[in-house]
């Protein structure tokens, strides 16, 4: 039983992590329309920059984290402007070979600055284990948890509640109509690269002391956030999260129980078989995020 | 008079061309650059199959090493546990890759979009994690080693062991003019013809009386046969079949294969295994410098010129001969 409520906890850390990389990813998908082959990469360039922060620079680290998803938020603005704005009116395949493309600079030109030996961040947070009842709680996966339970509610505010985040939402439901009545598409869709990127560099800054650092953790990350995102509902942001938490808890639970050597197969059987059976997602609606 | 001269000036590289490849183990002694063609035969061949789907039908599969890491794994365990000669390996190899083809493209081909290009790649994803895994059949990351030098044998009339950079050599040659003969013949064909119709637009297309799922599956199909085929010449080669071969690392070497020369279009394809291959060997880069370098250039080819190198090329050319027709005639020459 204690050994089972361990397997839940590292799950849901696990879910959080993926969550906060998927909804960015729905996100993007759901206001731009474009499916995002760097996404994972950008999640370890905050990673790095995290590394920088704490413990090249020597930032304490709740702060660092707060910098991270700052910086984060810059550079995907940036992103969306150099990568991302030249290929936006292209047909999909187009989206698919450009941010590979990125994606292979991002992953390879880490190798270039940081080399390929991994680097491990452990803050005060993460050497710290918590003897609550005879479970050991890591409190850095407290942490994550309450920063990421914290930012979807913020997302889910934001996008509920202001006008912005409405104005985002009626694009993910029809791009042209919003240019029609005079949204300014373009400034939204580089917010949404921006807002997605901060959400990734705050996950990096809780989650990388828990996990090493390094230049091809990226990638695999993409994929398991695809999986989220389909499991959920192609572009749906509290579809993806939800879809991130159960993929967590399955990947925790199969490979406590199962077979570890298959867990990450959980993920891309379970995506293909949503794909093939129910295109829309387990939480489904046809149009919206 | 100046179309002749074309004619004859093409002609006359082409058989330059033919005669400088058969004659290149004499002319180049270093052992190390005909690995560099051989690896670049490899990679043409494989990208000329994964054009027939992604470039001429426009369905961007992202499983298309897995058929190479498949064929490669038949072939390898068929020559190791049973004995098998090269021919047989090289043929079972494409068969059973086509046939794995062939069983996924029924349902992925319900998908459309980026949809199939990620269906197909959580596919390739778990293939790579069954050939990590299933160490019994597989040896896991440990690789199966010691695939035999290959005999090409046809009783009664050939036994040649294969055995030199040489041999290698031409075997890649006989490979790869095999490749290239295949997809030359189909994609001028009235079935190229089929498929370039469905990457245009498939419900005009099957308004017009084409079934487009068949000749989808057609493309998907003898990818992965061309595929296949080219795994088992390809552990054969190196000796050794691994995971790694299955990759994604793979698919994205494919895609800049395909786009940084040119999609759809056979000299293109060639051209961008050349540029991938065989002219970092030259610069001498760091492999991880080599692939921002290849990231770039993919990311400025696919937004600025999406018909690739080869697409510029041709474009020049014409242009130039062009440009020469339109000016006066001075007399003849």
């Known amino acids: ?289 | 008079m100046s179309k002749r001269k074309h004619l004859y000036i093409y002609a006359a590289l082409s058989l330059a061309l033919l005669i400088g490849l058969l004659a290149l183990p004499w002319l180049v002694k270093s052992r190390y650059l005909i690995h560099i063609v051989i690896m670049t035969g490899i990679y043409a061949a494989l990208a000329l199959g994964y054009d027939l789907i992604a470039g001429h039908v426009g369905w961007l599969s992202l499983a298309h090493p897995t058929f190479f890491g498949v064929g490669g794994y038949v072939a390898a365990l068929l020559s190791t546990r049973v004995g098998t000669t090269f021919i047989v390996d090289f043929v079972v190899a494409g068969l059973v890759a086509a046939l794995l083809a062939f069983l996924v493209s029924k349902p992925f081909f319900r998908l459309a979009g980026i949809s199939f290009a990620i269906g197909t790649l959580g596919f390739a994803l778990i293939m790579q994690l069954v050939a990590n895994n299933e160490i019994w059949l597989t040896n896991g990351p440990m690789c199966l080693a010691k695939v035999p030098r290959p005999l090409v044998s046809i009783p009664p009339l050939v036994t040649w062991h294969v055995s030199s950079m040489a041999d290698y050599y031409y075997l890649m040659l006989a490979m790869l003019f095999l490749v290239v003969s295949l997809c030359s013949r189909l994609t001028t064909s009235r079935v190229g013809r089929t498929f370039m119709s469905i990457r245009e637009d498939e419900v005009l297309a099957a308004a017009a009386g084409v079934d487009p799922l068949k000749y989808k599956t057609l493309a998907f199909v003898i990818g992965a046969l061309i595929a296949g085929s080219v795994g088992a010449y390809y552990v054969h080669y190196t000796t050794l079949a691994c995971p790694t071969d299955l990759s994604s690392y793979m698919t994205t070497v494919l895609l800049i294969i395909l786009f940084l020369g040119g999609v759809g279009r056979m000299r293109g394809v060639m051209l961008g295994a050349i540029i991938f291959t065989f002219i970092p060997e030259f610069l001498r880069i760091a492999e991880s410098l080599r692939m921002v370098i290849y990231g770039a250039l993919l990311l400025v080819t696919v937004v600025y010129m999406p018909e690739g190198l080869d697409g510029v090329i041709t474009k020049w050319l014409r242009h130039r001969r062009f440009g020469r027709s339109n000016q006066p005639q001075k007399g003849g020459e």
């Open chain 1, 1 to 289: 039983m204690q050994i089972f409520l361990e397997q839940v906890l590292n799950g849901l850390t696990l879910g959080a992590m993926y969550a906060c990389i998927a909804a960015g990813q729905a996100l993007i998908f759901g206001v731009a329309r474009l499916v995002n082959f760097a996404h994972g990469d950008i999640f370890m360039v905050g990673a790095y920059v995290f590394f920088l922060l704490y413990m090249v620079a020597g930032v304490p680290s709740p702060l660092a984290v707060i910098l991270t998803a700052i910086i984060m938020f810059v550079f995907g603005g940036l992103f969306e402007r150099a990568i991302v704005r030249p290929i936006i009116d292209k047909p999909w395949y187009v989206h698919l070979i450009a941010t590979l493309g990125a994606s292979v600079i991002l992953s390879n030109g880490a190798v270039i600055v940081f080399g390929t030996t991994p680097k491990e961040v452990p803050t005060y947070f993460s050497s710290t284990v918590l003897d609550v009842a005879g479970f050991h709680l890591s409190l850095q996966r407290i942490a994550v948890l309450v920063v990421a339970v914290l930012a979807f509610l913020g997302l889910h505010l934001f996008l509920q509640r202001t006008k912005t985040g409405k104005a985002m939402k009626a694009m993910s439901q029809n791009r042209e109509a919003c240019a029609v009545v005079g949204v300014d598409v373009r400034r939204l869709s580089a917010l949404t690269f921006a807002i997605s990127c901060g959400l990734l560099g705050l996950a990096s800054g809780v989650v990388s002391p828990l996990f090493n650092v390094f230049p091809t953790m990226g990638l695999g990350l993409t994929f398991k956030a695809f999986a989220a995102v389909i499991i959920g509902g192609f572009g749906q942001v509290n579809g993806a999260i939800y879809g991130a938490f159960i993929l967590g808890l399955a990947e925790a639970l199969g490979a406590g129980y199962i077979a570890s050597d298959y867990k990450d197969a959980i993920a891309f059987g379970v995506m293909v078989l949503v794909l093939l059976l129910r295109p829309q997602g387990l939480f489904g609606r046809k149009v919206g995020i």
